[in-house]
């Protein structure tokens, strides 16, 4: 058995076609891709309970949203110890590893959603499958560049577009399952017909003799579902067995790519292709020199990198997770006709496609132009697009129409594969600055950055729409009459707060009691948070061009060959007439 994660074992003999080696790496990150498909997981995790609604005991959106964060924290965390762990045992053990951690994530978080234990969807999810996406993402991408030593751009690029690509598949493979599992709560009746009463702030009705909490769907926010009074805990939002089927398909494809690794001997060269020159200057800045991973750390170009990769990726990093809301919120309450689930679901797919295109042609691209132009790109037209998106969002909400969504879709899809060419494009840019030799450890020690942009990210734009919605719900029930907010409610408005907090009262309801064409602030919600990823975009903008090369004293000297001795020779005794001392050594 070890032999078969044996890192000789997986050598490639003579003639041994490279091309052969991309389809594995990029199945390995087909399936850890999906993880950019959380979003889809956001509403039924918001629900467990409640299924047509939220329930008071439900989880939050920034609770859930968190799990993703955990996520992306773990694997930056998981990838800086793999990068090391990597250069010694081989890409095979890796991702057997990663596939063990990626698909047993999902099968916890499936335990502590049926079980409604929260830290147990973090520990699976967050904390296991969050290492298994740290360790499949390092595996590939040391083993590409090493193969592709004439297109790092491109094989960096290779090796990462399945992780763009992963939601492509995963999204709508995630809404079939759901859907499948799909299993509606108990309809007690219509709102006339049953009679409730608020307790705690949670609206109860009687069950069989018992008060049960209940959820009431009006005609105006239930879409699909049919107006009317439902029990909380029963029925099924299918997210649990969805996890399960997941876990098991990721696990046996994962395992599978991993065997199917192979590393080239060392000194092997494409045919025909001789390294080229060094250049210390100008806009592609290629060293011949190696740097240590423990040197590499001592450089100012390693912490300005940082800096690139870590606000880029926060800048895009907080909307993937946040995607199918965002835009259920902005245009399903003006251009509710247009954007509905299935609407969003797809926009989330698409997410995916750009994600994956950009991680393929930037890094391809950054080969003919160089990485510190590429960059420089994705900063200057990253922060025209964010600051443009909350212009999109007031006009569409004071005149709904079709062209401020058109816009809005293609801005984002403009912007997210400028951050999936970002990912893709990193590689290239240490081995130009630090050499191919070591990094995959270095690439691994900078996927902190991504830790790091993974809580700052998320926690920017769900604690700024958060003060934002309650805010709005403050001002909306303002607005409405007293009379009509008890009927609606059940108590007054100096019960505000409580109803807030046991998620009694929301935008939509009070917008229901408003007269028509008030204002839906939902559209606004997000406006804050695109100025601040402008703002980090900027940061990151005067990082890129202060990179140099890196200093000379940083390189790899390696230790001059000793002439070899000549081996020694004994004479044999008596030779030279003298007394017979070495037949004595020998008896010895």
Request: one cysteine or more; a neutral charge; glycine letters at 12%.
């Amino acid at each position: 058995m070890s032999n078969l994660f044996s890192k000789n074992r997986i050598i490639a003999g003579p003639g041994f076609n490279r091309w052969l080696v991309p389809p594995a790496s990029v199945g390995i990150h087909l399936c850890i891709g999906s993880v950019y498909a959380w979003s889809i997981f956001n509403p039924p995790l918001e629900r467990v309970r409640g299924v047509v609604g939220r329930a008071a005991d439900d989880w939050s959106l920034g609770s859930v949203v968190w799990i993703f964060t955990v996520a992306i924290v773990c694997l930056g965390l998981s990838a800086s110890f793999a990068g090391k762990w990597l250069e010694r045992v081989g890409p095979r053990v890796v991702g057997t590893v990663a596939a063990a951690c990626w698909g047993g994530g999902f099968l916890v978080g499936a335990a502590g959603i049926w079980t409604h234990q929260l830290w147990l969807v973090y520990l699976g999810y967050g904390v296991i499958g969050g290492c298994g996406l740290g360790l499949g993402y390092v595996s590939p991408v040391s083993t590409l560049i090493r193969w592709f030593p004439d297109r790092r751009g491109m094989a960096a690029g290779m090796a990462i577009m399945g992780f763009g690509g992963g939601a492509m598949i995963g999204a709508p493979l995630k809404e079939w399952l759901l859907g499948m599992f799909y299993r509606a709560p108990v309809r007690l009746g219509s709102a006339e017909a049953v009679e409730m009463v608020t307790e705690g702030g949670r609206r109860m009705a009687d069950v069989a003799g018992q008060l049960r909490e209940v959820i009431e769907v009006g005609a105006k926010t239930g879409g699909e579902i049919e107006p009317g009074i439902y029990v909380v805990g029963t029925g099924s939002v299918g997210v649990a067995e969805t996890f399960v089927v997941l876990g098991v398909v990721y696990f046996l494809v994962m395992l599978v790519a991993s065997f199917c690794y192979r590393l080239p001997a060392e000194g092997w060269v494409p045919e025909g292709w001789t390294p080229p020159a060094e250049e210390r200057s100008g806009r592609r800045m290629i060293s011949r020199h190696d740097v240590s991973i423990d040197q590499a750390m001592k450089t100012p170009q390693f912490y300005l990198v940082w800096i690139v990769l870590c606000f880029n990726v926060t800048a895009g990093i907080g909307v993937l997770g946040v995607a199918k809301t965002m835009m259920t919120e902005i245009f399903g309450t003006t251009l509710p006709g247009i954007v509905n689930g299935g609407f969003a679901a797809t926009y989330v797919l698409m997410i995916s496609v750009f994600n994956m295109l950009g991680r393929f042609f930037w890094a391809s691209v950054s080969d003919w132009i160089g990485r510190k132009l590429t960059y420089t790109l994705f900063f200057l037209l990253g922060i025209v697009l964010y600051v443009s998106i909350p212009f999109t969002a007031a006009s569409v909400s004071a005149s709904p129409a079709t062209v401020w969504l058109v816009y809005f879709y293609a801005a984002t899809m403009v912007i997210f594969t400028m951050y999936g060419g970002g990912f893709a494009t990193i590689p290239a840019y240490l081995a130009d600055l630090f050499g191919a030799r070591f990094v995959g450890g270095i690439h691994g020690r900078l996927l902190t950055a991504w830790s790091t942009a993974g809580v700052l990210g998320p926690w920017a734009i769900t604690s700024l729409r958060e003060s934002q919605r309650v805010q709005a719900i403050r001002d909306l029930a303002a607005k409405v009459d007293a009379d009509g907010f008890r009927q609606a409610f059940g108590v007054g408005k100096d019960q505000l707060e409580i109803l807030i907090t046991a998620k009694t009262v929301d935008i939509g309801k009070l917008v229901d009691l408003l007269p028509p064409g008030t204002l839906d602030p939902r559209a606004t919600l997000y406006n804050t948070t695109m100025y601040l990823m402008a703002a980090l975009l900027a940061i990151a903008l005067v990082a890129n061009w202060a990179i140099r090369p890196v200093a000379a004293r940083h390189h790899l000297v390696e230790a001059p060959q000793e002439e070899p001795l000549p081996p020694m020779t004994m004479p044999s005794p008596g030779d030279d007439g003298q007394p017979d001392e070495y037949t004595e050594w020998q008896d010895v």
